[in-house]
């Protein structure tokens, strides 16, 4: 079993639909990551959190520690934000080891 | 700012054949880091370089070497590649080594590689 897993694997929604990305894990950690990959291959962090709840925009990232259990927002989803969401979990007992999901591929039809 | 920058975007290789794969942040940031991201799989720690001058094996060093140039560069050599090695290579950085949770990652584009 993977430690960190992300569901769904894809998701196809229609433009404006609220969208929920989810990441479990197995391991104590001290940090989840969560980070966007555009079709063309670049990756761009969005979200660092330990605790509680951050909103950018129209994402929003919650993380609930006692469950070991993340999940990432959008709201009023655009065709733009078709791409690869991807958590990754830094360990407790490592300074830099992130141990990655296989992501979640979105697509937003317009 | 451009940020991470690696060379090649793009590379064809056949087995046994050697090449470096660049890379250079402006960031001025301390860490450095090599991953591969194969289809299906989350990304995977190559190499790591917490700060100048150090360099340490990730999860799947074999077949790999690094350099640490500088504070600005790090570089991923193949010596003698293989068909596995087939991958998309990313090169990140972070300001420290991901000790505190204010150190996003930043990324690369990504080299795309193929060994035949």
């Known amino acids: 079993k993977n430690e960190v897993e992300q569901s769904p694997q894809n998701l196809t929604a229609q433009e404006g639909e609220f969208i929920t990305i989810n990441c479990s894990y197995s391991?104590?950690?001290?940090?989840l990551h969560w980070l966007q990959q555009h079709p063309g291959g670049g990756i761009v962090s969005l979200f660092m959190?330990?605790?509680?709840?951050k909103k950018h925009g129209r994402l929003i990232a919650t993380i609930n520690i006692q469950e070991k259990h993340s999940s990432l927002h959008i709201t009023a989803s655009h065709p733009r934000d078709s791409a690869v969401y991807i958590c990754?979990?830094?360990?407790?007992?490592?300074?830099?080891?992130?141990?990655w999901g296989a992501g979640t591929k979105l697509i937003i039809k317009p | 700012n451009a940020g991470v920058t690696q060379t090649p975007k793009f590379q064809v290789l056949k087995t046994g054949q050697s090449m470096t794969l660049q890379c250079a942040q402006d960031?001025?940031?301390?860490?450095m880091y090599w991953y591969r991201q194969d289809p299906g799989m989350g990304l995977r720690l190559i190499y790591y370089?917490?700060?100048?001058?150090?360099?340490d094996k990730g999860e799947v060093p074999n077949g790999y070497n690094v350099s640490r140039l500088n504070k600005r560069e790090f570089s991923l050599r193949l010596e003698s590649a293989a068909p596995s090695q087939t991958s998309v290579y990313f090169c990140?950085?972070?300001?420290?080594?991901?000790?505190?949770?204010?150190?996003?990652?930043?990324f690369g584009n990504g080299t795309r590689l193929t060994v035949t």
């Open positions: 990754a979990v830094r360990r407790m007992d490592s300074n830099y080891q992130l141990i």
């Open positions: 391991v104590g950690i001290s940090a």
């Open positions: 990140a950085c972070s300001e420290l080594l991901l000790r505190s949770s204010n150190s996003p990652l930043h």
């Open positions: 370089s917490a700060s100048e001058g150090t360099t």
């Open positions: 960031m001025n940031h301390n860490s």
């Open positions: 959190l330990s605790s509680g709840k």
